[in-house]
């Protein structure tokens, strides 16, 4: 069994790299990426030499490449985790994020057309629903919601989910989606919330709040996100998507807290010594208010449940930025963007 994982070398996709291959030792993975500024070879460094595992550089959406790879390694599935993800990227350059989440998505599934594929899993976002009122804390989005986006990046992710579904009805692709709520964990790169606030607190650097850091975010840790794909991809029905959320929705500002407190807490300064780093900046435009997730259906259907309660996985994330700092100074001194040089280049 040969699966392609396409953005294996991010942040998600990473952690699922790591998942699947040390939990199918008897499966062929193939992690796909382009290397853009989002993904890290140093992430994927515990797999080098494990033979079920193989790393290929390339573009989801170079046509040309991607059909050559299919004749050649004829996968017998693919996990679609690459995309741009930065909702405050998508407002600098839109282009880009149609480019590589519409154009890439449709030119993977052409190939699996082409070549044949018992399973195309796209990984998609909760953020394709839009936003729901603060003050309405009984609405959550479940599956049978519309796609009602409001940045670019959420229209492209929204617009990719409508071709997979396309894709299937037209075309009798068996495919899945899963659209999950924000992650948080190792290996997430400090341009996100969570990992923003670990490495500016570490440094000492003031730490930027969007408005008045009322909005609100359901956080998963990422090794649940993993497992849930894990499920899905294995025992999902086709054509069918499935929300992943713990139900765990926390203010921006109140986040920020915890985090700065935990920092200051494990590397035993004083706690809340750091809560004058915070500083309200400028709005994000368009800023959606609050994403709540209703992960019912994967709960009762495949029986997924979250494992981690949150100031637990808070904990473990910020530890492991600690014991992991040189990954940090690698990706803040741009240092990481040399590995696949270094151990590729005479290959
Ligand atoms: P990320 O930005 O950390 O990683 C994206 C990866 O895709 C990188 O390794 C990058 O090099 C690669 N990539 C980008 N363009 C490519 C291209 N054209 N061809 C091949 N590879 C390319 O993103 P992430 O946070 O790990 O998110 C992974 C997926 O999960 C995305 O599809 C995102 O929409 C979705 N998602 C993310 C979250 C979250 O909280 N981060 C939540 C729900 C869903
Ligand atoms: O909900 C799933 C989505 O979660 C994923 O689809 C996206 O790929 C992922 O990036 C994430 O999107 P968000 O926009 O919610 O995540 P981000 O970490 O950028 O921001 C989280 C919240 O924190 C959001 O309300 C904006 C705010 N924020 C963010 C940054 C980077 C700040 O207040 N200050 C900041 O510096």
Not at 73 to 84: G, L, M, Q
Not at 100 to 126: K, P, W, Y
Not at 192 to 217: C, F, H, W
Not at 282 to 299: E, F, N, P, V
């Given at each position: 069994?040969?699966?392609?994982?396409?953005?294996?070398?991010?942040?998600?996709?990473?952690?699922?790299?790591?998942?699947?291959?040390?939990?199918?030792?008897?499966?062929?993975?193939?992690?796909?990426?382009?290397?853009?500024?989002?993904?890290?070879?140093?992430?994927?460094?515990?797999?080098?030499?494990?033979?079920?595992?193989?790393?290929?550089?390339g573009?989801?959406?170079?046509?040309?490449?991607?059909?050559d790879?299919?004749?050649?390694?004829?996968?017998?599935r693919?996990?679609?985790?690459?995309?741009?993800?930065?909702?405050?990227?998508?407002?600098?350059?839109?282009?880009?994020?149609?480019?590589?989440?519409?154009?890439?998505?449709?030119c993977?599934?052409?190939?699996?057309?082409?070549?044949?594929i018992?399973?195309?899993?796209?990984?998609?976002?909760?953020?394709?629903y839009?936003?729901?009122?603060?003050?309405?804390?009984?609405?959550?989005?479940?599956?049978?919601?519309?796609?009602?986006?409001?940045?670019p990046?959420?229209?492209?992710?929204?617009?990719?989910?409508?071709?997979?579904?396309?894709?299937?009805?037209?075309?009798?692709?068996?495919?899945?989606?899963?659209?999950?709520?924000?992650?948080?964990?190792?290996?997430?790169?400090?341009?996100?919330?969570?990992?923003?606030?670990?490495?500016?607190?570490?440094?000492?650097?003031?730490i930027?709040?969007?408005?008045?850091?009322?909005?609100?975010?359901?956080?998963?840790?990422?090794?649940?996100?993993?497992?849930?794909?894990?499920?899905?991809?294995?025992?999902?029905?086709?054509?069918?998507?499935?929300?992943?959320?713990?139900?765990?929705?926390?203010?921006?500002?109140?986040?920020?807290?915890?985090?700065?407190?935990?920092?200051?807490?494990l590397?035993?300064?004083?706690?809340?010594?750091?809560?004058n780093?915070?500083?309200?900046?400028?709005?994000r435009?368009?800023?959606?208010?609050?994403?709540?997730?209703?992960?019912?259906?994967?709960?009762?259907e495949?029986?997924?449940?979250?494992?981690?309660?949150?100031?637990?996985?808070i904990?473990?994330?910020?530890?492991?930025?600690?014991?992991?700092?040189?990954?940090?100074?690698?990706?803040?001194?741009?240092?990481?963007?040399?590995?696949?040089?270094?151990m590729?280049?005479?290959?």
């Amino acid at each position: 069994m040969k699966t392609i994982v396409t953005g294996g070398a991010g942040f998600i996709g990473g952690n699922f790299m790591h998942f699947a291959v040390n939990n199918y030792p008897d499966e062929e993975w193939i992690c796909l990426d382009k290397l853009t500024y989002a993904g890290n070879l140093e992430t994927l460094e515990p797999l080098e030499g494990k033979k079920n595992y193989r790393f290929i550089k390339g573009d989801i959406a170079d046509r040309t490449f991607i059909f050559d790879l299919f004749r050649k390694e004829k996968p017998d599935r693919v996990i679609n985790f690459a995309a741009e993800s930065h909702v405050d990227r998508s407002l600098k350059d839109p282009e880009l994020f149609l480019r590589t989440n519409v154009l890439g998505t449709v030119c993977l599934m052409d190939a699996c057309r082409e070549f044949g594929i018992e399973r195309f899993h796209q990984v998609s976002t909760d953020e394709v629903y839009g936003d729901l009122p603060i003050e309405r804390t009984d609405l959550f989005f479940n599956e049978e919601n519309p796609i009602k986006t409001s940045s670019p990046y959420s229209s492209s992710k929204g617009s990719a989910d409508l071709f997979v579904l396309a894709y299937h009805r037209t075309f009798g692709l068996p495919v899945s989606i899963s659209r999950c709520s924000n992650n948080y964990g190792p290996y997430h790169f400090p341009e996100k919330l969570i990992p923003l606030v670990i490495s500016r607190a570490l440094a000492d650097e003031s730490i930027p709040v969007y408005g008045k850091g009322e909005n609100v975010r359901d956080w998963l840790y990422v090794e649940d996100h993993a497992r849930a794909i894990d499920m899905i991809f294995h025992n999902g029905k086709i054509a069918e998507t499935y929300n992943i959320g713990g139900f765990n929705e926390w203010k921006n500002i109140d986040i920020i807290k915890v985090v700065i407190n935990t920092v200051d807490r494990l590397l035993g300064r004083k706690e809340g010594e750091d809560m004058n780093l915070i500083t309200y900046v400028t709005d994000r435009k368009g800023h959606d208010m609050r994403y709540a997730i209703d992960s019912t259906k994967l709960q009762k259907e495949l029986g997924w449940e979250p494992s981690l309660q949150f100031e637990e996985g808070i904990e473990k994330t910020v530890r492991w930025y600690l014991d992991n700092h040189e990954w940090l100074d690698n990706v803040t001194s741009g240092d990481y963007l040399k590995y696949y040089e270094k151990m590729y280049s005479n290959r």
